[in-house]
């Protein structure tokens, strides 16, 4: 399938920052899975913007303001034709050994509580481990906005039995990586199957290596493994190496974010624009 993705954050500042310093992790990389048609970053003030790869091998850009703002508006759009590869990624540009993803992170740290919850996963055959944990999050921790905040670790989300899909994916990694099993946090993009295309915030999911057959993702959030659904943008040990902006200001004061995202079957546009009599 073709899917359009419309992705914009605004930063407005009560007192202009002297300058700003983000790093983008918003682009994507062709893989087996996904193939990039377009895809384009923008901003709407003086800025620069320069194109490099992380350890990772996620695409990175960093961006530099020039000049004082009291507003930034970082834009993203593109289209990304997708198969089903059944959560199997073939074709990324691996740059690290599997087993760095064994390494704990505070993000990540497996307190008792989440070294009871390995312990429960039982079995021998690794990918059967896998899904079974998956199956035990997502049926025991409620997806609930609001119940965290991107410095919640996996231990303080599984106390509380709640958090949104950084805090599913996060718990899986520490999980599966007390279980021996390397694993990674993804950033990425969900086309809805219920239609919903206005979304708060990007998607997030995890990825497990198997012997045999390379990463495989996982989505305790959704108890799925990726499809042609989902666009995969960037990877790292947890949340904080795969965040889509991350970055800080100078001189400004009274920072506020907004962001705004569209995430469309390309069927879904064609429609809208012939309702409304576009060619």
């Given at each position: 399938m073709r899917i359009r993705i419309d992705h914009e954050t605004r930063y407005a500042y009560a007192r202009p920052a002297r300058f700003i310093v983000q790093t983008l992790r918003l682009t994507?990389?062709?893989?087996?899975?996904?193939?990039?048609?377009?895809?384009?970053?923008?901003?709407?003030?003086?800025?620069?913007?320069?194109?490099?790869?992380?350890?990772?091998?996620?695409?990175?850009?960093?961006?530099y303001t020039e000049r004082p703002t009291d507003s930034l508006t970082v834009r993203v759009t593109g289209e990304v034709a997708t198969v089903n590869t059944d959560g199997v990624l073939k074709g990324f540009p691996e740059r690290l050994s599997p087993r760095v993803f064994l390494r704990e992170t505070p993000l990540t740290h497996a307190d008792p509580g989440l070294r009871e919850l390995a312990a429960r996963v039982g079995g021998s055959d690794p990918l059967?481990?896998?899904?079974?944990?998956?199956?035990?999050?997502?049926?025991?921790?409620?997806?609930?906005?609001?119940?965290?905040?991107?410095?919640?670790?996996?231990?303080?989300?599984?106390?509380?039995?709640?958090?949104?899909?950084?805090?599913?994916?996060?718990?899986?990694?520490?999980?599966?990586?007390?279980?021996?099993?390397?694993?990674?946090y993804v950033s990425g993009h969900l086309h809805r199957r219920d239609g919903v295309v206005e979304q708060e915030a990007a998607h997030a999911w995890a990825e497990a290596y198997v012997e045999n057959l390379g990463w495989v993702g996982f989505d305790p959030a959704n108890g799925v493994c990726p499809t042609e659904h989902y666009v995969r943008v960037a990877c790292g040990l947890d949340a904080l190496g795969a965040t889509p902006i991350r970055g800080t200001s100078y001189g400004g004061t009274g920072e506020r974010m907004t962001v705004a995202l569209r995430v469309r079957h390309m069927q879904q546009t064609q429609q809208q624009q012939q309702s409304q009599g576009w060619s």
């Amino acid at each position: 399938m073709r899917i359009r993705i419309d992705h914009e954050t605004r930063y407005a500042y009560a007192r202009p920052a002297r300058f700003i310093v983000q790093t983008l992790r918003l682009t994507p990389r062709s893989t087996e899975a996904q193939q990039v048609r377009d895809w384009r970053i923008e901003t709407d003030v003086d800025a620069r913007i320069r194109r490099s790869e992380d350890a990772f091998g996620n695409i990175v850009h960093s961006l530099y303001t020039e000049r004082p703002t009291d507003s930034l508006t970082v834009r993203v759009t593109g289209e990304v034709a997708t198969v089903n590869t059944d959560g199997v990624l073939k074709g990324f540009p691996e740059r690290l050994s599997p087993r760095v993803f064994l390494r704990e992170t505070p993000l990540t740290h497996a307190d008792p509580g989440l070294r009871e919850l390995a312990a429960r996963v039982g079995g021998s055959d690794p990918l059967s481990q896998l899904h079974r944990l998956m199956s035990l999050i997502h049926g025991e921790v409620r997806f609930t906005v609001g119940a965290t905040t991107p410095d919640h670790t996996a231990a303080d989300a599984w106390a509380q039995r709640r958090g949104v899909c950084q805090d599913h994916a996060q718990i899986f990694i520490a999980c599966a990586r007390r279980l021996g099993i390397p694993a990674r946090y993804v950033s990425g993009h969900l086309h809805r199957r219920d239609g919903v295309v206005e979304q708060e915030a990007a998607h997030a999911w995890a990825e497990a290596y198997v012997e045999n057959l390379g990463w495989v993702g996982f989505d305790p959030a959704n108890g799925v493994c990726p499809t042609e659904h989902y666009v995969r943008v960037a990877c790292g040990l947890d949340a904080l190496g795969a965040t889509p902006i991350r970055g800080t200001s100078y001189g400004g004061t009274g920072e506020r974010m907004t962001v705004a995202l569209r995430v469309r079957h390309m069927q879904q546009t064609q429609q809208q624009q012939q309702s409304q009599g576009w060619s």
